[in-house]
């Protein structure tokens, strides 16, 4: 197991709810990204959090936000829920923002949007 | 949109045989990352390769990169039941900040 814990496991929410997903980092490790993984496919990249900057994003709305804190735990917030954002969802901390060590993933936020 | 892409998309062998899952990806890379996941749980990493490598080796695993082809593969020996999950290659691209995910190749290893 690696250090990175997600919090909830599961969660159920409703059309147009929003929600909040938890992440702590590994120790040590000052960049968390976060990732949506679609049932059959792979991890789509949301975002990076570096030293509590958003570092980098990718191709999601801007209703889906994120936090990083001063001991580089993370929140990633989506309003407005829609029933395809139901996902896995991932959180992965490493030591180098620009991905060129191994990232340790968290077991993930399994969302189900009715 | 999804960098790499594995194939095949399902494996199916008997304990004992090697398993071989291939990555095909699109641009330039620094490294590339190979991933397992069980069960839809979260990602295990297994090995990155950096792109002035052509091979690597970890246990029983077996990593080649072909950057003329953009190409990877995994090669695991002597599979075991607990091999079974799905792979994903990852792709990292120097500069940027993200691992672009393939769909995976889901492995199944029979007693």
């Known amino acids: 197991e690696t250090g990175v814990t997600q919090s909830p496991t599961h969660l159920i929410k409703t059309r147009g709810q929003q929600v909040t997903l938890r992440c702590s980092s590994q120790?040590?490790?000052?960049?968390v990204s976060w990732y949506q993984q679609a049932l059959g496919q792979g991890p789509q990249f949301i975002f990076q959090y570096y030293r509590e900057e958003e570092n980098g994003r990718g191709n999601f709305p801007p209703r889906f936000s994120g936090l990083q804190f001063p001991n580089y735990s993370s929140e990633l917030n989506v309003n407005a829920l829609e029933l395809d954002d139901s996902a896995l969802y991932l959180c992965?901390?490493?030591?180098?923002?620009?991905?060129?060590?191994?990232?340790?993933f968290g077991q993930g936020t399994r969302l189900t949007v009715v | 949109s999804q960098q790499g892409e594995e194939d095949p998309q399902a494996l199916s062998i008997q304990e004992g045989e090697n398993a071989t899952m291939n990555c095909s990806y699109k641009?330039?890379?620094?490294?590339l990352q190979w991933y397992r996941q069980n069960s839809g749980r979260g990602l295990v990493h297994l090995i990155l390769i950096r792109s002035n490598e052509r091979e690597k080796h970890s246990g029983r695993l077996r990593v080649t990169l072909d950057t003329s082809k953009k190409s990877s593969s995994l090669l695991i020996t002597a599979s075991r039941a607990a091999d079974t999950a799905s792979y994903f290659c990852?792709?990292?691209?120097?500069?940027?900040?993200?691992?672009?995910f393939g769909k995976g190749t889901l492995l199944t290893v029979n007693p």
């Open positions: 990852a792709t990292d691209r120097g500069s940027n900040y993200k691992l672009t």
């Open positions: 641009t330039s890379i620094n490294n």
């Open positions: 992965a901390s490493s030591l180098d923002r620009a991905m060129n060590t191994e990232a340790f």
């Open positions: 120790s040590g490790h000052n960049t």
